[in-house]
Each structure stands twice: as C-alpha cells, then as structure tokens.
C-alpha cells in the first residue's frame, strides 16, 4: 500500500488520483483495525474463560499449600510453647530449691516443721485441758491458817 502511494506522488499523477489513494488506504486501515478489534473480542472471552479456569486450579494449589503451612505452623508453635514450658519449670524448681536451701541454712522452719509444732501445741492443749477438769475433783483440802490475832495470843502466853 506504501509502495502505491510513493509511485502515485512520485510519479506526477494527479491529486485526485493522489487523494483517492489516500482514501483507499485509510478506509482499509480502518477496516484492518474493525477486524483486529473483533478477533480481540471473540478470542478475549476464550482467553478470559481459559485464565479463570487456570485461576482456579491456581487457587485449589495455593489454598492446599497454604492449609499444609499453617497446620505446620501451628504445630511447631506447639511444640516451641512446650519446649519453653518445660525450660520454665525447670528453672522454677531450681530457683524453689536454691530459696529452701537459703532458708534452712538461715535456720527458718519449713511449712512441715510448722505443722508438726501445730500439732504437737493441739496435743498438748488437750492434755492439760483433760489435766485441768480432772484436777478439781482431786484437789487438795487446804490448810487453814490461824488468824492473826490469836498467833500473838498465843505466842504472849
């Protein structure tokens, strides 16, 4: 089409020719572009039903990858948080037994020897109750003193 167009203004035709020329060319670039535009539009929706299909096998693949990272996520979570309990109450129990170490060197009763005085107070307060309400019974005539004045009576005769 170029080429025409050249040989048309090169070689001294007229400008009605010219213009004709020109016309032509733009009517088939016009209905190049009618055409382009038509085969876009009827094979857009094959390519646009071909990328859904793909997006969805894409996204059963990605949900099924991300499903397994997260359940594999979790579980070292898990097993990190019973690592981390289990260094806690060990370091727990060490420092329970450094303070009860401290303390007995310190001469502090632990909680058993103050159960065991508790105990041993309890008995012996029954005791002296039981001693106490059998002793009134068992009690002693006392010893009546003379009185005052019949001493020096008798210690002027």
Do not use: C, Y
């Not at 572009?33 to 646009?48: D, H, I, P, R, W």
């Not at 103050?114 to 029954?126: C, D, F, G, N």
């Amino acid at each position: 089409m170029a080429k025409k167009l050249k040989a048309l203004a090169g070689g001294g035709s007229s400008q009605i020719d010219l213009a004709k020329a020109i016309r032509e060319s733009a009517q088939s670039i016009w209905l190049a572009g009618l055409g382009a535009f038509s085969k876009a539009q009827a094979e857009g929706n094959k390519v646009f039903d071909t990328l859904v299909k793909q997006g969805r096998s894409l996204e059963s693949v990605t949900r099924k990858l991300a499903t397994d990272k997260v359940s594999e996520v979790t579980s070292n979570v898990g097993k990190a948080a019973n690592r981390a309990t289990a260094t806690w109450d060990k370091l727990e129990q060490v420092f329970e037994d450094r303070v009860a170490r401290a303390l007995q060197r310190l001469g502090v009763p632990t909680n058993r020897d103050i159960q065991a005085l508790s105990k041993r107070v309890e008995q012996l307060t029954e005791s002296v109750q039981k001693l106490s309400h059998a002793a009134p019974a068992a009690k002693k005539p006392s010893v009546k003193r003379a009185a005052p004045g019949r001493r020096a009576a008798a210690k002027s005769k």
